[in-house]
């Protein structure tokens, strides 16, 4: 999922939408954890990317991504570019030989 979100809407509150945001977010992750594993996968990770524009967008803990959102809304800011990206994790093959 990459996509630049607008914080300021005319008829919609900002929270309204950082709600909308975190729901978005939320239900990618869901839909992501529900399809088939690979073989040899133990579970799904994320890879995300928080930024005011998508040029800007740095590397941030999926934990953190809801903070960012948070402080981008006080910050007043009109727009957000979040990229989260779904990633298969192996289990290590070297701890198994011992």
């Given at each position: 999922?990459?996509?630049?979100?607008?914080?300021?809407?005319?008829?919609?509150?900002?929270?309204?939408?950082?709600?909308?945001?975190?729901?978005?977010?939320?239900?990618f992750q869901s839909n992501?954890?529900?399809?088939?594993?690979?073989?040899?996968?133990?579970?799904?990770?994320?890879?995300?990317?928080?930024?005011?524009?998508?040029?800007?967008?740095?590397?941030?803990h999926p934990g953190e991504?809801?903070?960012?959102?948070?402080?981008?809304?006080?910050?007043?800011?009109?727009?957000?570019?979040?990229?989260?990206?779904s990633k298969p994790v192996?289990?290590?093959?070297?701890?198994?030989?011992?």
């Open positions: 999922m990459k996509k630049t979100y607008s914080l300021v809407h005319p008829k919609i509150k900002a929270a309204r939408i950082v709600d909308s945001i975190k729901h978005d977010i939320k239900k992501a954890r529900k399809q088939d594993l690979p073989s040899g996968a133990s579970y799904w990770s994320f890879d995300c990317k928080f930024g005011y524009s998508e040029e800007a967008a740095a590397a941030v991504l809801k903070k960012c959102i948070d402080e981008a809304a006080s910050a007043n800011s009109e727009a957000i570019y979040i990229e989260v990206v192996f289990a290590n093959q070297e701890d198994e030989q011992y």
